[in-house]
């Protein structure tokens, strides 16, 4: 996602647009009215300003694999304490991103940098303010969970004591000296995140964390997630797990075909797409009148009815005038809920097509 | 470029092959095939074979032993992380990409010197009890000339590694390279001499000088002149066996020989290194 300022050719108003590197977006010019278009740049995209809390700068990042564009002029900011959700369909670009980030893998063009460091220039610099946990958690499997620590510990130049206690937190208090050749996909997956944690990374960047694990798991990362902001860490996490982003997420990114197709909290991104909570009654009974008089209402868009279940899809201001129709066509109403558009149709929505 | 990351990735690569036993195994190897050399020496003269004899008999050992066991050490020791993924995490902390190859190397070094120097060290005193008047110096340039060729045939291995993205090929390149130093490149060289001189000539010890030095593209011959060279095998041999002792040109000296094994050890390192770093992990 990228923005830009533009200035009205009628009355000079000047206002910024938001929109995708290659893509038209139409422009209403907010004090005339009069109607544009315009095409954001795929050469240079405007950089947001920094004002230097942003531990993560991505600019223009491009990676090509053969002919296919894995990550195509991609552009994201990450600030000082906040978490933040990536998320997009398998194949979509999300570990292409995070190795470039880690200087894994070359990119084609594009910037990044580390707390100000350029990955590039100073690799080893940069890498002193990460803690990584990869989509594909691996180990020295001829070791023993503490042993692996310890060498990771030594590697990050972090007391050895830190180890045992984190693997504890972790809750491998049982396998700290079990080798890890035997240890299950989602005990892997735990020592992966004790080892990210190593030294309090001042960047967490997990890839998909949440692979693997019991639910207990995925709570203990989670809390482990909140913690880590708590303590001022800022925290890249890669999933496909939406309603997990949700739970933690101040602001998401979604990447879909190796473009970013939106950024923002997933308030804004559902302001934006104009998405409409759900209004979910249950009735004493349902009859074709009562759903043909709620039809009839202005500002409902859609009606499903399961049961005696009406799932209602309208806009804020009817949702009181859906409740009195109702209750003035003398069917009881047992139960009222209204559900906010989820993360999952904000992430429909961006990637279909 | 820092001292600590190189120094843990090398103790790690030590720890490891003693945990799995192939220091204790290699170490084994080398100090009783040694031993072995000298004492069926006894067999055809009621007495053990002195050591310039029994590194004579060695050479051929040593030249099909040792690069196999430098190859089997290097071949997986980059391809294996990428491939179980734990170079993912490597590479995610702080430390420079030469730096991980530099303590792979060195780590992996320092386990074949020390089998090396072991394994026929032990063999060595050994010897040196059952056998009088010993020429121990000698017996040191023989096992650090080992080590050289050792270390040659370590980084030819290291770069394998970095260069193909699974083990099982790496381990196919290792054996090929094997098969190309020990049989197939002595057969080339013999082709080009009998193509450029005369057979009778090569057969009387009279080749031009530049068979001798394309002879020094093949490491195991400049390692087996380096031996050569510096301990009386030739004597030994042509005593045991009547037959002429090997004329060597004015510019093989011991110098050149070492400077083409340690031009060998930096290329590959060097080549190791570019090839590791141009890669995606």
Redesign the interface.
């Known amino acids: 996602m990228v923005s830009k300022t533009v200035k009205c050719p009628k009355c000079g108003e000047q206002s910024t647009i938001e929109g995708v590197v290659g893509k038209k977006t139409i422009i209403t010019c907010p004090s005339c009215g009069t109607k544009g278009q315009f095409t954001f740049s795929t050469a240079q995209p405007m950089a947001r300003t920094t004002d230097g809390s942003e531990t993560i700068q991505v600019r223009n990042l491009t990676k090509q694999y053969n002919d296919v564009k894995a990550v195509n002029n991609v552009s994201f900011n990450i600030r000082k304490g906040e978490i933040f959700g990536f998320l997009g369909p398998n194949g979509a670009g999300k570990t292409t991103t995070i190795k470039s980030i880690l200087g894994l893998i070359h990119t084609d063009t594009g910037q990044i940098k580390i707390n100000g460091v350029d990955i590039k220039k100073d690799n080893k610099r940069a890498h002193k303010y990460i803690g990584y946990l990869p989509e594909k958690v691996s180990f020295y499997n001829n070791l023993t969970a503490l042993q692996n620590m310890y060498f990771y510990a030594e590697m990050k130049n972090v007391p050895k004591s830190e180890c045992k206690p984190l693997i504890v937190e972790m809750g491998l208090e049982d396998a700290v000296n079990k080798k890890v050749g035997k240890f299950s996909k989602g005990m892997q997956q735990r020592l992966g995140m004790a080892q990210a944690l190593l030294g309090n990374p001042a960047i967490l960047i997990l890839d998909e964390p949440s692979g693997g694990l019991d639910p207990r798991g995925v709570a203990l990362i989670r809390n482990k997630i909140r913690e880590m902001k708590e303590k001022g860490s800022s925290v890249f996490v890669s999933s496909h797990i939406l309603a997990e982003v949700q739970a933690v997420c101040d602001r998401v990114g979604i990447i879909s075909k190796g473009t970013l197709v939106a950024e923002d909290t997933v308030e804004k991104l559902r302001g934006k797409l104009n998405l409409k909570p759900k209004l979910v009654i249950e009735l004493e009974k349902i009859t074709d009148d009562v759903v043909n008089l709620i039809k009839s209402i202005e500002g409902v868009e859609k009606i499903e009815v399961v049961g005696v279940m009406m799932h209602i899809v309208c806009s804020s201001t009817s949702k009181s005038k859906v409740i009195v129709e109702i209750e003035k066509s003398g069917i009881n109403i047992l139960n009222i809920q209204t559900m906010e558009p989820t993360l999952e149709e904000v992430f429909m929505k961006f990637t279909e097509g | 470029m820092?001292l600590?990351?190189i120094y843990?990735i090398a103790k790690?690569e030590i720890i490891?092959n003693i945990?799995?036993l192939w220091i204790i195994i290699i170490t084994i190897i080398f100090a009783v095939l040694t031993i072995a050399m000298s004492a069926l020496g006894s067999i055809f003269s009621d007495e053990w074979q002195s050591l310039d004899m029994t590194v004579a008999l060695m050479m051929s050992i040593v030249q099909l032993l040792v690069p196999i066991i430098a190859l089997m050490l290097g071949y997986a020791a980059i391809v294996r992380e990428i491939e179980?993924?734990?170079m993912?995490?490597?590479?995610?902390?702080?430390?420079?990409r030469e730096e991980i190859i530099l303590g792979k190397f060195l780590g992996l070094g320092g386990v074949l010197s020390f089998t090396i120097l072991v394994g026929f060290g032990l063999a060595g005193v050994v010897i040196g009890i059952m056998v009088p008047d010993v020429n121990y110096l000698e017996y040191m340039i023989f096992i650090g000339s080992t080590i050289l060729v050792g270390l040659v045939y370590l980084t030819v291995a290291l770069f394998f590694s970095t260069l193909f993205k699974k083990r099982s090929t790496a381990l196919g390149g290792a054996i090929f390279l094997w098969f190309f130093f020990n049989m197939i490149l002595p057969i080339i060289l013999i082709g080009i001499a009998f193509a450029g001189a005369g057979m009778s000539d090569i057969i009387s010890g009279n080749v031009p000088d530049w068979y001798h030095a394309v002879q020094l593209t093949n490491p195991m011959t400049v390692y087996s002149t380096l031996v050569t060279l510096n301990i009386n095998i030739g004597g030994a041999m042509s005593a045991a066996t009547a037959t002429p002792q090997v004329q060597y040109p004015d510019f093989y000296t011991s110098g050149l020989m070492i400077s083409i094994l340690f031009a060998w050890i930096v290329g590959f390192l060097g080549l190791s290194y570019w090839r590791f770093n141009?890669k995606?992990?």
């Open positions: 820092d600590d990351p843990l790690k490891d945990r799995n179980n993924g734990s993912n995490t490597l590479i995610s902390l702080p430390v420079r141009k995606d992990i």
